[in-house]
């Protein structure tokens, strides 16, 4: 069925880097966008980046520009989160998410993963 699996959260210190993955089965992944959501401790929701479903637009949030890449191999039917110059604000529980169509623009994340913890000491 339907399923996005993430992995490679962890511990880092300040200053490090963590590429997360996100394996994704049940549907048909290279016509659709994914996109990357976190929760920080107490916090809600946050999206962070998206990429169109054959990876030639990509979208960040603010905060993570210049220190975040997402990046997709549909032949792998995996996506991929690298970041890099952590900051103790990234930590969080990072969710991949599929959207319901092609493209970012369409906002509807209709499947999400069991996400992966990511804590960064300070």
């Not at 490679?8 to 992944?29: I, K, V």
């Not at 993570?64 to 039917?77: P, Q």
Request: hydrophobic share 35%; charged share 15%; net charge neutral.
């Amino acid at each position: 069925q339907v399923q996005v699996v993430e992995s490679g959260g962890g511990l880092a210190q300040p200053g490090g880097s963590l590429r997360l993955s996100c394996a994704a089965s049940g549907f048909t992944f290279n016509v659709y966008a994914m996109s990357w959501v976190r929760q920080a401790p107490g916090k809600g929701l946050e999206w962070v980046s998206g990429i169109y479903s054959d990876g030639s637009e990509t979208y960040y949030e603010d905060s993570v520009k210049g220190r975040f890449t997402i990046s997709r191999d549909n032949a792998k039917r995996t996506l991929y989160l690298q970041i890099n110059n952590l900051e103790p604000d990234d930590t969080a529980v990072y969710y991949c998410a599929k959207h319901s169509g092609a493209s970012v623009l369409y906002r509807y994340l209709e499947v999400w993963g069991q996400g992966t913890l990511v804590t960064v000491s300070s």
